[in-house]
């Protein structure tokens, strides 16, 4: 071997370890500690030795991206080609998926910005789209084998797919991956909390109110047993995550859909010019004849449920399109992935409030078509209160401030126990200049 290909492979070599130092230290401490100095400490390099190498961190990080989606192409090739049978393909390719992520956590958070990895990858590589052309192929040749043609609306099918699967990822990494830090912090928020609620509960079994909390006090089970301080803990925590955190979820989405679709907007605008004035307090009966808003919040909430999965238990053995599920087991429902069923909602990818609209109404095409809030018995209670509160939100904001987005940003919902926009969404905001009569 000449001096020259000595030099390239120590230079692949002090490069396959720069990339290798940064997965160990994301993988222990998390990504925010992959620093230059830090990857520098471990190999045994100065920083600026390093910088002889790799250009920043971005480019580490970026070098990483394409290495996890090429495994991960290569990981669904083989479970492609691990049997005879078009269905048993498909769902080995759905089980290489989920062991990747559980084999390369430190990987999978790059490829999808977790872990507050900073990297904006949106124009989509071609290591990013071969794990989704094998896919989109796999699902078009177990089409085939059931006597059809291609899948139809293929490309939605892949999304429903990966969706599905991204968001049990998503739950199971998070977690495995708490440190000890978030634990401690949790369980002294919590004891916080409860400390804080506690005098209130006692107060309130002394002298009755009508405030949700004194409601609960009075509340009473079938057999006349009054609530215990834990339960009513855990019924007032639901309270206080889920109607604020998932409502301001849905609140950014929203704004960001609007000012995303200026026609449907101007449509939005006018129904609040017809229902109030600039500086009114929007009513109860004015937020019910908010037809056009109630719309684009009903398709806010299909695109991006601030509740990525619902939890549900069984209480007797089910089969599900064949599979036997036995009872006493613990299953989720996709809220995100059957909000994307093309066979219920047309172009389900394209925002289109109208859908929600007489005569189309598609929600209505089958029981529980639309399910952000839940459904059935156990559907939130807090739903009309949630809507109700939107609205009266998006409608002061809307009539009084003008929103732009701020461009070249990377926009994707995290689905952890709530739905979030990964990196927030960045927005000018001015006031609107009032017309003095």
Wanted: net charge negative; aromatic share 8%; with cysteine.
């Amino acid at each position: 071997m000449g001096i020259k290909q000595r030099r390239e492979r120590e230079k692949q070599e002090v490069r396959q370890g720069i990339l290798t130092a940064a997965r160990e230290i994301a993988l222990h401490e998390g990504w925010q500690a992959v620093t230059i100095r830090n990857i520098a400490e471990r190999i045994e390099y100065s920083p600026s030795m390093i910088y002889e190498y790799v250009a920043n961190k971005e480019a580490i990080l970026l070098e990483l991206h394409h290495e996890g989606f090429r495994l991960l192409a290569f990981s669904l090739k083989i479970a492609k080609s691990s049997s005879e049978d078009y269905e048993e393909r498909v769902i080995s390719m759905a089980e290489a998926y989920w062991e990747f992520a559980m084999r390369y956590p430190e990987l999978y958070q790059v490829m999808h910005g977790l872990g507050g990895v900073p990297l904006d990858c949106s124009g989509k590589p071609i290591v990013v789209h071969e794990a989704f052309d094998i896919t989109v192929e796999a699902l078009n040749e177990w089409s085939q084998s059931q006597g059809g043609t291609d899948f139809p609306e293929v490309k939605d099918a892949v999304e429903i797919f990966r969706a599905f699967l991204h968001g049990l990822v998503c739950l199971q990494l998070e977690n495995r991956m708490h440190d000890d830090d978030y634990t401690r912090c949790l369980g002294q928020l919590k004891e916080h909390l409860y400390t804080l609620l506690l005098p209130k509960i006692q107060e309130r079994r002394r002298h009755p109110t009508n405030d949700v909390l004194g409601m609960l006090v009075q509340a009473r089970d079938d057999t006349g047993r009054a609530l215990s301080d834990e339960q009513l803990f855990a019924h007032t925590n639901i309270l206080l995550v889920a109607g604020h955190e998932t409502s301001t979820s849905l609140v950014s989405w929203l704004l960001y859909l609007l000012t995303q679709n200026p026609d449907y907007l101007q449509r939005v605008l006018a129904e609040q010019t017809a229902l109030l004035d600039d500086t009114a307090e929007p009513t109860l009966e004015a937020i019910k004849h908010m037809k056009v808003l109630e719309n684009a919040l009903s398709e806010a909430e299909r695109l991006y449920p601030p509740v990525g999965n619902g939890p549900r238990g069984t209480f007797e053995e089910v089969v599900f399109h064949g599979y036997r599920i036995p009872a006493d087991t613990h299953v989720f429902y996709s809220i995100a992935a059957s909000h994307l069923i093309p066979s219920i909602f047309a172009n389900p990818t394209t925002f289109d409030p109208d859908r929600f609209a007489p005569p189309r109404e598609e929600h209505k095409k089958v029981p529980y078509a639309l399910v952000g809030f839940g459904g059935g018995p156990r559907i939130c209670i807090g739903t009309n209160f949630a809507k109700v509160e939107i609205k009266a939100m998006v409608s002061q904001l809307l009539r009084r401030y003008q929103f732009e987005l701020v461009p070249n940003q990377r926009i994707e919902q995290l689905y952890r126990g709530t739905g979030m926009p990964i990196q927030g969404i960045k927005m000018f905001v001015s006031e609107k200049q009032r017309v003095r009569a």
